[in-house]
């Protein structure tokens, strides 16, 4: 009998990041829903480098990111670099608890630009 890693009764859980991007005046609000993970990354920063391309301002709002693993911070910081490649102003929107506390446990709090807002659409912060 050979055995695997997942069982048959077992099943691995579908994890999927979704990403909305919306033009909002005087910057693009990339709205992010999932996990943040190793498994979603490389399709994320894919995202980032094409709205990067066209923005002069762009908000990542992390409100609804249920999780972020080691390789989804190191996406974000990624996108800070290409963001500053193309001289794009690049914050970080309304980072979920769980979001917020790997940015402050890896010290990366005074990093990036972190905004909160009550709505996190495309109204300015308050």
């Known amino acids: 009998?050979?055995?695997?890693?997942?069982?048959?009764?077992?099943?691995?859980?579908?994890?999927?990041?979704?990403?909305?991007?919306s033009e909002c005046g005087t910057f693009h609000l990339m709205s992010v829903h999932g996990r943040l993970t190793i498994d979603t990354s490389p399709d994320f920063v894919d995202e980032i480098r094409?709205?990067?391309?066209?923005?002069?301002?762009?908000?990542?709002?992390?409100?609804?990111?249920?999780?972020?693993?080691?390789?989804?911070?190191?996406?974000l910081i990624q996108g800070l670099k290409l963001a500053q490649?193309?001289?794009?102003?690049?914050?970080?929107?309304?980072?979920?608890?769980?979001?917020?506390?790997v940015i402050e446990l890896s010290q990366l709090h005074n990093f990036f630009n972190i905004e909160s807002s009550s709505g996190g659409g495309c109204a300015e912060p308050e």
Do not use: C, F
Not at 51 to 67: E, G, I, M, P, Q
């Open 1 to 21: 009998m050979k055995h695997s890693l997942w069982s048959s009764t077992r099943t691995r859980r579908k994890i999927e990041l979704q990403t909305d991007v």
């Open 50 to 75: 094409r709205v990067v391309r066209k923005a002069s301002h762009l908000k990542v709002n992390l409100a609804d990111v249920a999780y972020v693993d080691s390789s989804g911070i190191s996406v």
């Open 85 to 101: 490649e193309r001289s794009v102003d690049y914050t970080l929107l309304n980072p979920s608890p769980k979001v917020q506390a």
